[in-house]
């Protein structure tokens, strides 16, 4: 909506206030999809936890193949879970976490 009415301005995130409250072992994989979410509606800048090597290396474009699976399955084009594992795998989980196609549960990862 926002390029919709003020054209041209940009948006930021806080991006941990979606996994605020959760354990602090899963709140990157949270943060991380999120992102990722967010990137394909064109947000701006977001603030970011720049510790984490993984979530720095989405931001800086180097995890294409993992923003372009979340981005596909935001259009409805599910990989199935039997051909991912690892990081794209945890992507995978946690986008159905956050989209609500699955109940929310800090064990969404080990299911």
Same mark, same amino acid.
């Given at each position: 909506? #926002?390029?919709? !009415?003020a054209?041209?301005?940009?948006?930021? /995130?806080?991006? %941990? =206030? /979606?996994? =605020?409250?959760? $354990?602090? &072992?899963?709140r990157?994989?949270?943060?991380r @999809?999120?992102? !990722? +979410?967010?990137?394909?509606?064109?947000?701006?800048? $977001?603030i970011? =936890?720049?510790?984490? $090597?993984? #979530? +720095?290396?989405?931001?800086?474009?180097?995890r294409?193949? &993992?923003v372009?699976? /979340? &981005?596909?399955m935001?259009?409805?084009?599910?990989?199935? !879970?039997?051909s991912l594992?690892? /990081?794209?795998l945890?992507h995978?989980? @946690?986008?159905? $976490?956050?989209?609500?196609?699955?109940?929310f549960s800090? %064990?969404?990862?080990?299911?």
């Amino acid at each position: 909506m #926002l390029p919709d !009415i003020a054209p041209g301005a940009g948006s930021t /995130v806080g991006l %941990s =206030n /979606v996994s =605020n409250g959760v $354990a602090d &072992h899963l709140r990157k994989y949270l943060d991380r @999809t999120y992102l !990722i +979410m967010l990137m394909k509606y064109g947000i701006s800048t $977001a603030i970011v =936890n720049s510790y984490d $090597a993984e #979530l +720095m290396a989405i931001c800086k474009g180097e995890r294409q193949e &993992h923003v372009d699976m /979340v &981005h596909a399955m935001m259009d409805g084009n599910d990989p199935g !879970i039997s051909s991912l594992s690892g /990081v794209a795998l945890e992507h995978y989980k @946690t986008y159905k $976490a956050l989209s609500g196609q699955i109940v929310f549960s800090e %064990s969404w990862l080990e299911l």
